[in-house]
């Protein structure tokens, strides 16, 4: 079983960044691919960005040059750094683990809102 736990979603201004944080529990992190996903009000959640234990990134076109997703695998930490923040960015951003086949375990979510 693992954990995750976001963090570091607030209130930013368009052109503005942000750096979220996704704390994950278990030994076993580091073989992880670990994703993030958002989902905006009335929307479908849809893909943002992923990382694979070797450090292999894909990143949904819509975010391409803009986000930048990390991991820390001594911290059992994923990142994503958001700059250059528009207003159709704001959402609830999720951070998830794939173990092998799919996306098993989820974080509760953090809010990023983009205000222009």
């Known amino acids: 079983q693992v954990q995750l736990v976001e963090s570091g979603g607030g209130l930013v201004q368009t052109g503005g960044s942000l750096r979220l944080s996704c704390a994950a529990s278990?030994?076993?992190?580091?073989?992880?691919?670990m994703g993030w996903f958002r989902q905006a009000p009335g929307k479908e959640r849809e893909f943002v960005a992923r990382i694979t234990w070797n450090n292999s990134t894909l990143y949904a076109d819509s975010v391409k040059g803009r986000f930048t997703i990390s991991r820390d695998n001594a911290k059992n930490t994923v990142y994503l750094q958001m700059n250059s923040l528009k207003s159709e960015d704001t959402a609830v951003y999720y951070c998830?683990?794939?173990?092998?086949?799919?996306?098993?375990?989820w974080g509760q979510g953090t809010q990023v809102t983009v205000s222009s």
């Open positions: 998830a683990a794939n173990p092998g086949l799919r996306y098993d375990f």
């Open positions: 278990g030994r076993t992190f580091s073989s992880y691919t």
